[in-house]
């Protein structure tokens, strides 16, 4: 089996069959982790390079990590440590990496559509690790991939995205995925920390943290992201949290079979309570582990293509 698709650029258009495949391949990585030998010689000789033009723990070390356990050859660029500072373009600096004869390029940046352009100016396989406010691929497949675990499927479930949905790149890629999935997919947010026009993705909309958590089987909740400007979309993080931020009381006035999710990194008491981030109805960490085998899924299955 292979996929349909050459890069992972997004979760749009992408074939109900290639997300079905990544998540199955990802289970067998998923028992290669718990090895005490938790490496495959399955990507050795191929050279991927991570291009991380934004801020990153999880995503850099999850990808970082998953291409050494599948034994390729990993290089790590970031701006604050390149010739970035001293003026080189973006597209010189790809034309110099990619001639030391590379194979796949990992990219965040914070700039939507710069995956989409690199596929135009190299010839290497490219992964999408977050591009500005437009998609998060490979964070939706561990998303989705951690509800299938737990719960055992996507088809029919209702998941509801609670928080920033129109600063993130998460909450799109998920809408995409999981609606393919056959998903119920649903948003909860205060109407200015939503895009115009979300509807057209066929998700609900609730303005009312307590109905959405009544009346969904998953949450996963975003962070603002202040660091795009989303303060200003909001009195202010106090009244925030009040409103929609997830609390042990909030989830156990309306629904005590819930499921919740945080893709990171966390503002522990705004989006989000330290009692439940830490208790027994989220599975935050498990997302982190579970992203290792994603990465490794999609490495593996977009390296070795013909
Ligand atoms: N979830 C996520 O993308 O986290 P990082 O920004 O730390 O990679």
Redo the contacts with the bound molecule.
Sequence with gaps: MSLNIKHLLGLKDVPKNDIQLILDTATTFREVLERPIKKVPTLKGTTIVNLFYE??????LSFELAEKRLSADTLNFTTSNSSTKKGETFKDTVRNIEAMKIDMIVVRHQSAGVPHYLTKISNASIINA?DGRHE?PT?ALLDMYSIREKIGKLNNLNVCIVGDISHSRVALSNIFGLITMGAKVSVCAPPTMLPKNIEQFGVKIFHDINKAVAENDVVNVLRIQLERDAGNTIPSLREYHNYFGITGDVIERNNKDILILH???INRGVEISSEVADGPYQIILDQVTNGVAIRMAVLYLLGTMN
């Excluded at 801020?55 to 850099?60: G, I, L």
């Design positions: 801020n990153s723990t999880r995503t850099r977050g998060h964070q893709p990171g990194p």
